[in-house]
């Protein structure tokens, strides 16, 4: 009996000193991690600096990634002085210019009125900023009665004498393939009268009648659409291209062109 005592009074001892053990060396690892987690996160004799100038910029730096991202960054500089961006030499250039890259953003805004075309197509860079003509493009009308698209070969007539760098815009690519693959370019028509209605371009443009009357301002339009135009004729609502408001139209110059039916309708 003394015997089993003075076993378990032993093992007793040695527990009591196994557990001082481990809280004394608990202690250490816990002082050391303090210590070292303290001076990790000492600042070193430049972090003040760096550190204001995160702050200062907020800690986003907006790095250019293409030419047309470029001039967008210029311009959200000039607006916002204090933001600071990165223009990589490779992106430093002038070409494709800043209205290039926007026209054709607009051009193919899923947001503005009007269908997507193959390419972002914008009439208000070419006939607006650039006054190219109408009759220049859509070559023929005041001759013939349809006014047509222009070829692809006059596109080309035009882009291929520009820098390589207007490749970046996609729709030049596009255009470019087209013309290599002698391909023509399916627009998705805007303007359409119906089979029984016979319209002639060549008869209103010799009369007077700008292309705007019927198309709207097209040299104010990235994205080409059927700009509304109504008006109230006989106490009915008449809308662009239906045969009330065309009729209007003929009234309103003069008596120019007849309003006899036969005059659309053979």
């Known amino acids: 009996m003394p015997e089993r005592i003075q076993t378990e009074r032993s093992n007793e001892s040695s527990n009591l000193k196994a557990k001082r053990s481990s809280f004394l060396l608990g202690s250490v690892s816990v002082a050391a991690a303090a210590v070292l987690a303290f001076w990790s996160g000492w600042p070193g004799a430049d972090a003040g600096s760096v ?51 926007q026209s054709a953003i607009a051009a193919w805004d899923p947001e503005a009125p009007g269908p997507i075309q193959p390419i972002p197509f914008s009439h208000k860079h070419h006939a607006g900023e650039f006054k190219i003509d ?7 009308t005041d001759e013939s009665q349809a006014a047509g698209v222009p070829s692809v070969e006059v596109c080309m007539g035009c882009h ?73 004729g006989y106490l009915v609502p008449v809308a662009k291209l239906e045969m009330g408001w065309c009729i209007n139209c003929h009234r309103q110059n003069n008596q120019q062109a007849s309003q006899d039916c036969l005059t659309c309708h053979y």
Request: net charge negative; hydrophobic share 35%; proline share 6%.
């Open 51 to 101: 550190n204001v100038a995160n702050a200062a910029s907020g800690g986003d730096i907006r790095v250019a990634t293409s030419v047309c991202d470029a001039h967008a960054l210029r311009a959200q500089q000039e607006e916002d002085p204090e933001l600071e961006i990165e223009i990589p030499a490779e992106f430093d250039k002038q070409w494709p210019s800043a209205s290039a890259c």
């Open 134 to 140: 109408c009759l220049y493009c859509h070559a023929g």
């Open 160 to 232: 291929s004498q520009f820098p390589a760098e207007y490749d970046e815009i996609e729709g030049i690519r596009i255009l470019k393939d087209h013309w290599e693959q002698k391909k023509p370019i399916e627009w998705v028509q805007i303007h359409r009268l119906p089979e029984y209605v016979q319209f002639r371009h060549n008869r209103h443009i010799k009369a007077g009648v700008q292309c705007q009357t019927c198309h709207g301002p097209v040299e104010e339009l990235d994205k080409l659409h059927l700009v509304p135009d109504s008006h109230i």
